[in-house]
């Protein structure tokens, strides 16, 4: 198996209601690419968010009770922790500059992933960028449409930089997934020595997510998409095995909680 990572390099500064895929497109026109059946594009959260206009001024935010008191526990801003709130379903952990929770799409992220880095700000950066609505929809209607215009079955993944426990450091994840299974599940199979895999999984969305995350950088590169090339997922058997959900952890079965 050969897997190439390739950066599609031109895409300028995204606008909320900018056409992605006409920008995608003509990108890798540019880049002297083309896309195969199979391809796989990583493309990251910022840029997904930008078009779908995902911005908050934080001159418009009011600061709830709770997201005052939460504030002065972490020392942050309280309209930027009532932003936080409002995008979780629970806080996980918190202390002095950091606040853990679990995003209401159900993956465990600091500050609810949002974020005030890469973004064009208007006054006194008081500008953040919220994740996308619905990335695993997003990812869908960016497959659609390159399906529609070229005839061609590819996999989208949408990734974001994250950190995890037991590490340090910050690496790509997939927070969005169509039309490849993002969960490889060998359970059932064997190994080289016969031996009955019992829980093994793959999180290949992940691994991609991370892999592209190295070419794409997290500073001025300006490459948000990538195009993988030579890695076949399994057949998707019905549509359960992709968007997010399959890579989530149940709560009960969590024990960083």
């Known amino acids: 198996m050969k897997l190439s990572l390739t950066t599609i390099e031109g895409i300028p500064l995204i606008?909320?209601?900018d056409n992605l895929v006409e920008i995608i497109v003509e990108s890798i026109h540019q880049s002297n690419e083309h896309i195969l059946d199979n391809d796989i594009l990583i493309i990251a959260q910022k840029i997904i968010s930008k078009t779908e206009n995902r911005y908050v001024d934080l001159c418009s935010v009011t600061a709830s009770k709770e997201a005052e008191e939460l504030a002065n526990e972490v020392d942050k801003d309280p309209r930027y922790v009532e932003l936080?709130?409002?995008?979780s379903r629970e806080v996980i952990r918190k202390k002095p500059g950091v606040l853990i929770v679990e995003h209401r799409l159900g993956f465990i992220h600091a500050n609810a992933g949002i974020d005030q880095s890469n973004i064009e700000h208007k006054i006194d950066n008081e500008r953040v960028l919220l994740l996308p609505e619905d990335p695993d929809s997003s990812a869908e209607k960016i497959r659609g449409e390159l399906k529609k215009r070229f005839n061609v079955d590819v996999g989208v993944i949408i990734n974001d930089s994250v950190g995890r426990?037991?590490?340090n450091g910050t690496m790509g994840l997939a927070i969005g997934v169509a039309g490849m299974a993002a969960l490889d599940d060998r359970?059932?199979?064997?190994d080289i020595?016969?031996?009955e895999l019992k829980v093994?999984?793959?999180?290949?969305?992940?691994?991609l997510a991370a892999a592209?995350?190295?070419i794409m950088g997290q500073t001025t590169e300006r490459t948000p998409v990538v195009l993988a090339r030579g890695f076949h997922p399994a057949p998707l058997k019905d549509n359960s095995q992709t968007g997010i959900r399959p890579l989530i952890r149940e709560k009960e079965m969590d024990l960083f909680r």
Do not use: K, N, Q
């Open 15 to 17: 606008e909320p209601g």
């Open 193 to 195: 020595f016969g031996r």
């Open 165 to 167: 426990a037991w590490r």
């Open 187 to 190: 359970t059932g199979s064997h």
């Open 84 to 87: 936080v709130l409002r995008e």
């Open 200 to 207: 093994t999984s793959a999180a290949i969305a992940d691994e």
């Open 212 to 214: 592209a995350s190295l």
